[in-house]
């Protein structure tokens, strides 16, 4: 059975960082694409970040330069670091793991930017 659990949410500051991990089990991490999805409530769920089993990346225009994306497929964990945070960053954050033939979703990490 495959999971992805996320950790690393919270409380911060405009302008603060925070950094998002995500584990894999039941699966081999490696051949993954993986990426980050955020939601804010009453908005679809959209995607900020990629990478593919091979390193490549992609970044929404809304974090480019703010937010990287790394793995590392030793430890079976998929990362997500946020600087420059903004209020408009708030929302629930998830991992997505995909093969050609299944997807699998974390349950979520809340990212909260408030002074």
């Known amino acids: 059975q495959v999971q992805l659990v996320e950790s690393g949410g919270g409380l911060v500051q405009p302008g603060g960082s925070l950094r998002l991990s995500c584990v894999a089990s039941g699966t081999i991490f490696s051949d993954l694409d993986m990426a980050w999805y955020r939601q804010v409530p009453g908005k679809e769920r959209k995607l900020i970040t990629g990478i593919t089993s091979g390193s490549s990346t992609i970044y929404d225009d809304s974090v480019k330069g703010r937010f990287t994306i790394s793995r590392d497929n030793a430890k079976n964990t998929l990362y997500l670091q946020m600087n420059s945070l903004s209020p408009e960053d708030t929302a629930v954050y998830y991992c997505?793991?995909?093969?050609?033939?299944?997807?699998?979703w974390g349950k979520g990490t809340l990212v909260t930017v408030s002074s």
């Open positions: 997505y793991g995909r093969t050609p033939e299944m997807q699998y």
